[in-house]
């Protein structure tokens, strides 16, 4: 697949949350007729337009989009498949030839999309629900004691309260019996060439991508957040599911069920994604390499 899209334009645009990479996806795909590709986790689940920024139906109108919003929120979406869809994405004859503008918050996509992704060993479906149950019952931070103690260098790369990312070690170290940065190691084939598309890395000042979280946020609860969160939680999905950690989904819980005020929940979404923020920026400014141009001001 790399070889035969090798002379295919690909624009990618890595940023924190509400950094304006959006914006700038939507200029240079104008400039140049191209289609614009989330690079995203959170923004592939449908029920989630407001609460994970997703591009509105005028952005839409106005360039050709994909992977936006083609998951149900009760469905745990991964990294391989979303390579799987970019595959689609690339064989698609309906934009054939056509410029790519990948977009999106999420480091290990784009790692994947320019590095392929390691090989990783099936998980049998008793294996990951027994796990899931697990986490469900004793909690992330318990897990990761446990992971310390099977794989210790896994556990040093992961947060105590990363319930997924510890289960998932877990799960592949019971199967294989190998640690999963063992695995990880292990290249695959890339879909795009990274020397050969154009990188930028969006990353504003802190105190104006925090007052950007400030105000986005505001205009998230005005275009319907809270109806959009109340429809999520009629689901009655398991809590552990990726879009039931979507910032803002917990907060407008507590408020809806009467644990706190809703302008509580509101400052604590805010804060929530201001430290998501911070992390993303650690993550991009260790882990994405060399090759990438940083803009301040998209």
């Not at 592939?44 to 920024?53: G, I, N, P």
């Not at 989009?65 to 998951?71: A, E």
């Not at 290990?108 to 990783?120: D, V």
């Not at 319907?224 to 907060?251: F, T, Y």
């Amino acid at each position: 697949m790399a070889g035969r899209q090798a002379s295919r334009r690909a624009v990618l645009i890595a940023g924190p949350t509400a950094s304006g990479k959006s914006a700038l996806a939507m200029k240079i795909a104008g400039s140049m007729d191209g289609v614009i590709v989330n690079a995203d986790s959170m923004q592939v689940y449908d029920v989630l337009r407001v609460l994970t920024a997703r591009p509105s139906p005028e952005d839409e109108a106005l360039a050709a989009h994909r992977l936006y919003g083609h998951v149900p929120p009760g469905e745990s979406y991964s990294t391989g498949r979303w390579l799987d869809d970019v595959e689609s994405v690339l064989a698609d004859d309906a934009i054939a030839g056509r410029p790519l503008v990948f977009v999106g918050g999420t480091g290990l996509y784009f790692r994947a999309l320019t590095q392929g992704l390691s090989p990783m060993p099936a998980i049998p479906d008793a294996v990951r629900t027994g796990m899931r149950a697990r986490l469900a019952e004793e909690g992330a931070a318990a897990l990761h004691r446990v992971l310390a103690a099977r794989d210790p260098r896994a556990a040093a790369t992961l947060r105590p309260g990363d319930g997924q990312r510890i289960v998932r070690a877990l799960e592949v170290h019971e199967v294989s019996g190998r640690s999963i940065l063992d695995w990880q190691a292990e290249t695959g084939t890339p879909l795009i060439e990274a020397d050969d598309a154009e990188r930028y890395l969006v990353l504003p000042e802190r105190d104006t991508l925090y007052a950007n979280i400030e105000t986005r946020f505001d205009m998230m609860v005005e275009a319907g957040a809270l109806d959009e969160a109340r429809a999520l939680l009629a689901l009655d999905l398991d809590p552990s599911l990726p879009a039931m950690k979507a910032i803002g989904v917990r907060e407008f819980a507590d408020a809806l069920a009467g644990r706190c005020a809703m302008d509580e929940a509101v400052a604590r979404a805010k804060t929530a994604t201001r430290q998501y923020a911070k992390r993303q920026m650690t993550w991009f400014r260790n882990q994405l390499g060399e090759g990438w141009r940083r803009v301040e001001r998209p």
